[in-house]
């Protein structure tokens, strides 16, 4: 019995070390009115978002959406890509785990604001 669960402890570390791998992180840096990256171009997979406020002077914030889409209207806005708090002035703050399929996206800040860049994934 100790044997099974011992093996059933190493599987599932396994597979958490594989997932946490899997996860990689997308940094973006904010000024007043501009994201300093003007495109980004990544490979298909899982990303958290990683949003910094370099003392833009006001709360920032992060919205992801198709190419194509009304990126005006919140249901087209990738809801895991939102920062999980608004960026206050010199922090970082990071999104959920977002799972990018191959196409392009907009991505822009309304709180800031700024114009929307592209990131695609290939």
Known sequence: MKQLISTLV?????VFNINAQETKTIALEQTKGEFTQKSVTVSEGTY????ANNNVGKDVGLVLVRKG??????????????????????????????????????????????????????
């Open 10 to 14: 190493i599987a599932l570390a396994f």
């Open 48 to 51: 958290v978002f990683a949003v």
């Open 69 to 122: 889409k009304d990126a005006s209207d919140p249901k087209n806005h990738i809801q895991t890509a939102y920062v999980t708090q608004v960026v206050k002035d010199g922090k970082v703050e990071k999104s959920k785990a977002t799972k990018l399929s191959k196409g392009e996206y907009v991505y822009f800040c309304p709180l800031n604001p700024t114009p929307q860049y592209t990131l695609t994934v290939k």
